[in-house]
C-alpha cells in the first residue's frame, strides 16, 4: 500500500459523457501526478500539480483538466468522452516538486489507479 | 519518448537471480537511472535509483557501467510474485517531474 488512493476503483460512463476522478496524497506529499495508461500508449504523464498550482504538464488533452484543492488531494475532470478515453488512470504523489530537489524528494508513490470504461 | 532501451521479455526461474538490462547510451551528467515495476495493472511501484555509483536496497541491486550508458537491475533471489513489467527511466536532476516510461521488460519468474 503507497498510501495514496483514488476514487473511484471502476467508472463506466458514456461517449459525450464528463467525469471527475479524484486523488488523495500520501500525508506530507505536495505534489500529485496523473498519467494515463492505455492498452496502446503505454504509460503517459499528464500532469503535475504541487501545493495547489501547476507544475509541469504532459500529453494531456484540452479536454482534459486538473486542480489540487488546500488540502492537497487532486481531480482530473475528463469531458466530451470518447471511446478512446477507456484508460487505466493513475495518480501519484511525492514530497517534492521536481526540479532541482534531491531526487529523493521526488519519487513518486503511484495509487491503484481508476479504470474508464467509456460505451 | 523514452530515453531508454530494454528488451520486451525475459524469463526467470524462481529462486534464482533476475538480471535486468537497460540501455540508455545518451544520459547526460545530471540525468538519474530510475526503476519502477508495475504487477498486473496495479500502480507502478518504485524499486531503486541510482546516479553513477551501485546502489542496493532491500528490493534490488542496480548497477551501472562506468561509462553509465547502461544498467542492470538485479533481483537476487526472484519469486513468483516478482513476475511485473520493470521500467527503466531516465530522469533529469533539473526537471524531473514527468517520468517517460516505455514499454518495459516483462519479467516472468517460472516455478
Known amino acids: 500500500d503507497s498510501g495514496v488512493t483514488q476514487t473511484p476503483k471502476h467508472l463506466i460512463t458514456a461517449t459525450g459523457q464528463r467525469v471527475t476522478l479524484r486523488c488523495s496524497p500520501r500525508?506530507?506529499?505536495?505534489?500529485v501526478y496523473w498519467y494515463q495508461q492505455s492498452l496502446d500508449q503505454g504509460l503517459q504523464f499528464l500532469i503535475q500539480?504541487?501545493?495547489?498550482?501547476?507544475?509541469a504538464k504532459g500529453n494531456i488533452l484540452e479536454r482534459f483538466s486538473a486542480q489540487q484543492f488546500p488540502d492537497l488531494h487532486s481531480e482530473l475532470n475528463l469531458s466530451s468522452l470518447e471511446l478512446g478515453d477507456s484508460a487505466l488512470y493513475f495518480c501519484?504523489?511525492?514530497?517534492?516538486?521536481?526540479?532541482?530537489?534531491?531526487?529523493?524528494?521526488?519519487?513518486?508513490?503511484f495509487g491503484p489507479g481508476t479504470r474508464l470504461t467509456v460505451l | 519518448d523514452a530515453k531508454t532501451t530494454q528488451p520486451p521479455s525475459m524469463d526467470c526461474a524462481e529462486g534464482r537471480a533476475a538480471n535486468l538490462p537497460c540501455n540508455h547510451s545518451?544520459?547526460?551528467?545530471?540525468?538519474?537511472v530510475y526503476w519502477y515495476r508495475q504487477i498486473h495493472s496495479q500502480g507502478p511501484q518504485y524499486i531503486i535509483h541510482?546516479?553513477?555509483n551501485n546502489e542496493t536496497n532491500e528490493m534490488a541491486s542496480l548497477i551501472i557501467t562506468e561509462d553509465r550508458k547502461s544498467s542492470t537491475l538485479i533481483l537476487p533471489h526472484a519469486t513468483l510474485r516478482d513476475t511485473a513489467v520493470y521500467y527503466c527511466i531516465v530522469r533529469s536532476y533539473y526537471n524531473n517531474n514527468d517520468m517517460r516510461f516505455g514499454a518495459g521488460t516483462r519479467l516472468t519468474v517460472k516455478p
Open positions: 500525508s506530507g506529499d505536495l505534489s
Open positions: 545518451t544520459i547526460s551528467g545530471n540525468e538519474y
Open positions: 500539480y504541487y501545493n495547489g498550482e501547476e507544475r
Open positions: 501519484a504523489s511525492s514530497v517534492g516538486g521536481g526540479s532541482g530537489s534531491a531526487p529523493f524528494y521526488n519519487e513518486q508513490f
Open positions: 541510482g546516479l553513477k
